[in-house]
């Protein structure tokens, strides 16, 4: 296995994206897989997942969005940029899919998404489910009323003051996951697996609190792939796996995966899965058992690539 470091201009024509491709030795591919991080990590945490990947034939490929990394340029960590954040980063995505898609034609290509980033594939297929042979969403959010208050406050937040750090809104977001679990360090609610949580909180690019304009972004992105139809225009015959912790407090401990698959099945979308793991919280890729989690996701990828008739004409 071989890793690639490279850089790609963000459709905000600001930044250049930092990026990572990993590549299979000596192997003709079997397909591609484009990685979206999370909130307030990077594309490097998903190393060992990587690895795993390619040893089994697939070609592996990231970026850091704006506001993470070494994508954010002059510009502090947890900010996006003031015009079209969210555009942005869905079509940066595309970005990327299209590149692998013409580097590596004619095989299967899988977009997956670990929370952020889950709430970004769900948002990205509604425009470009046509250009994946499947999806897998990890970690899910669920739908939270006080959003809808919060999000004016926001935005006025926003407009006054984009770049600053708000550690107010950041407590009001996460402090009410700690209280479920008895580990007494940050970020215990991310994984049952303490040595993945100190690797975390020891990582400078990782864990920091996102501006006003950072937390803008999340709140819009958490409410659009959680509303009512969030999933009108994705395709209804591509595969889609829902896979999360049944201990996430993320995902309301099963509820969002859950109300996200029954709304799709609901409405006509042939092929979706949900798995659920036991004793797992957010980060299912970092736990103890994580090894199970990586063959599962595998499976699912490599039954619906080879059965798959999800075939849509690319634009």
């Known amino acids: 296995m071989s890793v690639t470091a490279f850089t790609f201009p963000s459709t905000d024509r600001r930044h250049e994206l930092e990026a990572r491709l990993w590549t299979p030795d000596d192997k003709r591919p079997v397909g591609t897989i484009q990685i979206v991080h999370g909130m307030a990590e990077h594309i490097d945490r998903y190393q060992e997942f990587a690895t795993y990947l390619t040893d089994h034939g697939w070609v592996v490929a990231g970026d850091n969005h704006l506001g993470h990394g070494h994508s954010v340029g002059h510009s502090p960590l ?52 046509s250009w994946v042979d499947g999806a897998v969403i990890i970690g899910s959010a669920v739908s939270h009323p006080l959003l809808a208050v919060v999000r004016p406050i926001v935005a006025v937040l926003n407009n006054f003051s984009p770049r600053r750090p708000n550690h107010t809104l950041d407590n009001m977001a996460f402090g009410g996951y700690a209280k479920r679990f008895p580990e007494d360090f940050p970020f215990q609610w991310l994984s049952e697996n303490p040595a993945n949580v100190h690797r975390y909180n020891n990582d400078p690019l990782s864990g920091f609190t996102f501006t006003n304009n ?24 591509l595969p889609i796996l829902f896979t999360s912790g049944k201990e996430d407090p993320v995902g309301g401990f099963g509820l969002g995966p859950r109300r996200h698959v029954k709304s799709l099945i609901r409405n006509g979308h042939q092929n979706v899965t949900l798995r659920l793991w036991p004793h797992m919280r957010h980060e299912i890729l970092n736990e103890r058992d994580h090894e199970q989690v990586y063959a599962v996701i595998l499976k699912w990828i490599e039954t619906q690539t080879m059965t798959n008739t999800h075939s849509v004409e690319r634009k």
């Open 214 to 237: 950072g937390f803008s972004v999340l709140f819009r992105l958490a409410t659009l792939s959680t509303k009512r139809r969030w999933h009108q225009g994705i395709p209804k015959t």
């Open 78 to 129: 947890g900010y996006f940029g003031k015009q079209q954040p969210i555009e942005h980063l869905i079509n940066d995505e595309f970005t990327l899919t299209k590149q692998l898609r013409h580097d590596y034609p004619g095989v299967p290509h899988i977009i997956l998404g670990h929370s952020m980033g889950a709430m970004m594939v769900q948002l990205f297929l509604t425009q470009y489910g």
